[in-house]
């Protein structure tokens, strides 16, 4: 093959992971606007409602994330379905019915943790007045567990259909929606009493049943995607199915919770530091999720690429698509960093007043945060893509194992040690999101180059 050839084939895939990446990325942004927008909305509302809402809300996220780790396995068994035969109907059915059935059996547990989510709280010593507040935003927002991962399911089947445009429409309008119910529910706007941190949930509720109910429109009204009636027979389900999906999908989900969990735990301990701390990482965090955005879609890019490629049995074309992933999510996340050194305060900015004297202690320690967060932007967006790198050749349980180690091995206990053992309070809770990220990033990576190295002995051989 000549260089000018490779050249080309490396281009040709760029161009096709842009393509489906793009509104993928969209996508995954106007998700987590919905949620952004809550946090802003509190913002206003005062430093305490901001706490109340980051406590509740990672824990719900830290629900949602696992149930979103399950249903995720359907990407890869769609992916190497289609890609083995991409009119296998029956297939598609099967797999996108199951998907359903997994998300349903998720909720239950957590619908009932969720609803008694203040002995939790209050177990861990936070404070019952701000634990109070954050009950009444959990009781609202837990029920859009279920019409979100429905949502995700279809969403799911779109994306490796490498047709994700109508599922951005939906978000978008999803995102409209939470904004306008949100002014009018946590101010009381348009005569309607003012219900604060509560009115959110509801909004947010409101939303993600309206993100489902937009998908359901969008297959069945479409004849492209109606063709694979992945309604019919929704009855029929098989054990051997479900396991399969839960087979993949349970260390997927170990995966996402422990990162996400390591993101909760830090915000366990800020509110031990004091609630400025908590809220100046509310901030923060909701900064890096939104940045987190981009290699996630990337990650999701390479799932549906490589596993593609993968049931085409054409290793060579899914390494490729792998890297070209890696390099544009991690690539992403270098021009995020940039933008968190060289603005700081103008991020911030956007989600509290920025030059309210009551706000300028929460200012200062965000600012002292969001430094640390630059750092790993890199690391967080190599990691992330890395795994949906390995997602698309099904290799979920050694990944599961290598985040248990770098996040809960060495990441979180050097931040505990950082911020109470050395007195470094929040700034040390940062410095041990940052070790724990790295690690991650380098063992992954190095797993996706050994999968890259077989795959090109094979072919080689052949």
């Known amino acids: 093959m000549t260089p000018q050839t490779t050249a080309r084939l490396w281009l040709n895939e760029t161009k096709a992971s842009l393509r489906l990446g793009s509104p993928l990325i969209l996508t995954n942004l106007a998700q987590v606007t919905l949620l952004t927008t809550n946090v802003v909305y509190m913002g206003r509302l005062g430093k305490g409602e901001l706490a109340a809402g980051s406590l509740s809300g990672s824990l719900y996220q830290a629900c949602m994330i696992f149930s979103l780790g399950l249903v995720s396995a359907i990407i890869p068994m769609l992916a190497t379905s289609l890609g083995k035969q991409r009119d296998n109907l029956a297939a598609v059915q099967d797999i996108v019915r199951h998907g359903f059935f997994t998300a349903f059996l998720a909720c239950i547990p957590f619908w009932i943790l969720l609803w008694h989510a203040d002995s939790i709280l209050l177990a861990a010593g936070q404070n019952p007045v701000i634990v109070a507040q954050a009950m009444e935003y959990m009781h609202a927002l837990q029920w859009s567990l279920l019409p979100y991962l429905g949502y995700i399911v279809l969403r799911s089947l779109l994306s490796v259909l490498e047709r994700p445009f109508w599922t951005l429409i939906v978000a978008i309008a999803a995102i409209l929606l939470n904004a306008l119910l949100g002014w009018i529910l946590v101010f009381g706007n348009l005569g309607v009493p003012a219900l604060g941190i509560r009115g959110a949930g509801i909004s947010s509720f409101v939303a993600s049943f309206a993100m489902f109910l937009g998908m359901v429109l969008v297959i069945r009204l479409n004849p492209a995607f109606n063709r694979y009636a992945v309604f019919k027979d929704w009855w029929k389900l098989r054990l051997s199915k479900l396991t399969g999906i839960l087979r993949l999908g349970v260390p997927i989900a ?58 085409r049995s054409d290793p060579i074309t899914a390494t490729r698509a792998g890297w070209v992933s890696y390099y544009l999510g991690v690539g992403c996340m270098g021009i995020a960093a940039i933008i968190m050194w060289g603005m700081p305060e103008s991020l911030i900015g956007f989600f509290i007043d920025a030059q309210a004297p009551e706000n300028r202690a929460v200012v200062i320690t965000a600012t002292q945060f969001i430094f640390f967060a630059a750092l790993f932007q890199l690391t967080d967006g190599a990691q992330a893509v890395a795994a949906g790198m390995l997602r698309g050749l099904y290799d979920t349980r050694t990944p599961m194992l290598l985040a248990l ?35 991650v990033a380098i063992l992954l990576t190095l797993r996706w180059m050994k999968h890259s190295q077989r795959l090109h002995e094979r072919t080689y051989v052949r």
């Open 254 to 311: 170990i995966t996402f919770t422990l990162e996400t969990l390591v993101f909760y735990a830090a915000v366990m301990m800020m509110g031990l530091i004091g609630d400025t701390s908590l809220a100046a990482h509310a901030i923060v965090i909701q900064i890096c999720t939104i940045s987190y955005m981009f290699p996630l879609g990337f990650g999701q890019v390479a799932t549906i690429r490589v596993g593609l490629a993968a049931g």
């Open 405 to 439: 180690i770098g996040y809960w091995v060495i990441g979180m206990p050097a931040g505990a040690l950082l911020a109470f053992g050395f007195d470094m309070g929040g700034v040390g809770i940062w410095i041990g999101l940052v070790c724990g990220l790295t690690v």
